[in-house]
């Protein structure tokens, strides 16, 4: 697993994997935030993130690599 501050991964709200895309919801604003901490993990799987404003989008490899990062990101915010 990966060590990251839960400070601001606690906004997030839901993570959902759609093919090789992994769609995370935040509170309102916080998108930025939780993408840039994120930004900070090397997270090979990952080929880029998109930040808005309570959207992230997180483009993996592969499919099996978005499902493996909705597991991890649930497990995260399931632990707050």
Partial sequence: ???VSGTVFSSV???????????V???QGMAQAVCASMDAIVW????GTL???DT??????TDAAA???QEEFRKLIAGR
Avoid: D, P, Y
């Fill in 1 to 3: 697993g990966r060590v």
């Fill in 13 to 23: 709200l839901s993570v959902e994997a759609a093919q090789n895309i992994v769609v």
């Fill in 25 to 27: 919801k935040t509170l």
């Fill in 44 to 47: 090979q799987s990952f080929v």
């Fill in 51 to 53: 930040g808005g404003e």
């Fill in 56 to 61: 992230i989008l997180i483009i993996c490899k």
């Fill in 67 to 69: 499902v493996e990062t």
